[in-house]
């Protein structure tokens, strides 16, 4: 089973960047699809982006498409969101998960603040 804990959110004007980290532990990351999810006040929580066990595949939310990268380091145990050109409606709180067992997303952190001012 894999563990996760995500950072690195915080509160950026509209137009700013930010880079969230997740870090993992267990021996199942390095052959796990991994995804980032959203959940805004009042809102359902969202896909945003997910990739590949070994990196050569991304797949991303057609709201963030061309703003924000998803990259995995398996030696360093860490998943990475770039964010960039933020908008107020990225507000929300982020999460990293896990695509293990196959089908079923597990392993969600505490999720990480991120806030985008107008």
């Known amino acids: 089973q894999v563990q996760l804990v995500e950072s690195g959110g915080g509160l950026v004007q509209a137009g700013g960047s930010l880079r969230l980290s997740c870090a993992a532990s267990g021996r199942t990351f390095s052959t796990s699809a991994m995804g980032w999810f959203r959940q805004a006040p009042g809102k359902e929580r969202e896909f945003v982006a997910a990739?590949?066990?070994?990196?050569?595949?991304?797949n991303y939310a057609d709201f963030v498409k061309g703003r924000f990268t998803i990259s995995r380091d398996n030696a360093k145990n860490t998943v990475t969101l770039q964010m960039n050109s933020l908008k107020p409606d990225d507000t929300a709180v982020y999460y990293c998960?896990?695509?293990?067992?196959?089908?079923?997303?597990?392993?969600w952190g505490q999720g990480t603040q991120v806030t985008v001012s107008s």
């Open positions: 998960a896990a695509h293990r067992p196959p089908g079923t997303w597990s392993g």
């Open positions: 990739i590949s066990w070994s990196g050569g595949d991304t």
